[in-house]
């Protein structure tokens, strides 16, 4: 395992620090490569922070965003993590940036996952930044406890790409990008917030199956040493 703690004071510390780390890597892939790609995640936690990124001053004609992970829902649904995007981050300064979603109007989440999937092929990999939220049952993207596709999700040997999840406590069926997908990002962010976040990563750390706390895939297998971003 190969991790880093950044702790800030608060949340709004943390929102500001982690957007310049952020902004600082996507000028770096835009200097580097003439574009620049960031995952993020939904959740209650990012709003801070999105609305802080969407403030810098960066190229953002020349970044793509996508999400982590997304439910099957459209982007007028008050829990699509897309309309979270738009609404906190595709604002201001990064109102120029381009938005990949990950929910399509398909006939199912499976033909929707295909879709996405061909399109996230086309940005190339690895992506400049992802940025990995975690639930209090351990999981993290659509990485669920119990989830249809967990095994699937979190292997190595599965390719790069978008693929559904079920899961009791996931509410609507999920997409999520798989874990080769964004396990070797230049930059590899764990944002999580709150003492009791903190107590769920310090157990995921102790041994025990990945199945049981999926970020213990991330803790254990990601090529990037993981970057964490936490406030009380
Ligand atoms: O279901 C989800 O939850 C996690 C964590 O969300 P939070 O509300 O506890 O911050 C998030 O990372 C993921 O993208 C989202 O789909």
Do not use: C
Not at 24 to 42: F, H
Not at 58 to 74: A, C, G, H, Q, Y
Not at 114 to 138: E, N, Q, R, W, Y
Request: glycine share 8%; hydrophobic share 45%; aromatic share 6%.
């Amino acid at each position: 395992m190969s991790a880093q703690l950044h702790e800030f004071k608060d949340g709004a510390a943390l929102a500001e620090g982690l957007a310049d780390r952020v902004s600082a890597a996507l000028a770096d892939g835009i200097a580097a490569r003439g574009r620049a790609t960031i995952a993020v995640s939904g959740g209650s936690t990012p709003k801070a922070f999105f609305k802080a990124l969407s403030t810098r001053d960066i190229d953002w004609s020349k970044v793509t965003v996508t999400l982590v992970d997304e439910r099957f829902v459209p982007a007028d649904n008050p829990r699509s993590n897309h309309l979270l995007v738009a609404d906190n981050l595709l604002q201001g300064k990064a109102r120029a940036a381009a938005f990949l979603p990950l929910y399509r109007d398909a006939g199912s989440a499976e033909e929707a996952a295909k879709i996405a999937s061909a399109d996230a092929a086309s940005l190339g990999h690895p992506f400049d930044v992802a940025i990995l939220g975690m639930g209090t049952d351990g999981h993290t993207a659509s990485f669920f406890p119990g989830g249809s596709n967990l095994a699937e999700a979190i292997a190595s040997e599965t390719p790069r790409g978008v693929i559904t999840m079920e899961a009791e406590g996931a509410g609507e069926t999920r997409l999520t990008f798989t874990f080769t997908s964004f396990q070797d990002a230049r930059l590899l962010v764990l944002h999580i917030e709150g003492q009791g976040k903190m107590d769920v990563l310090s157990a995921a750390k102790e041994d025990g199956p990945e199945a049981d706390m999926p970020i213990r895939a991330i803790l254990r297998r990601a090529a990037t040493p993981l970057d964490i971003y936490w406030a009380p």
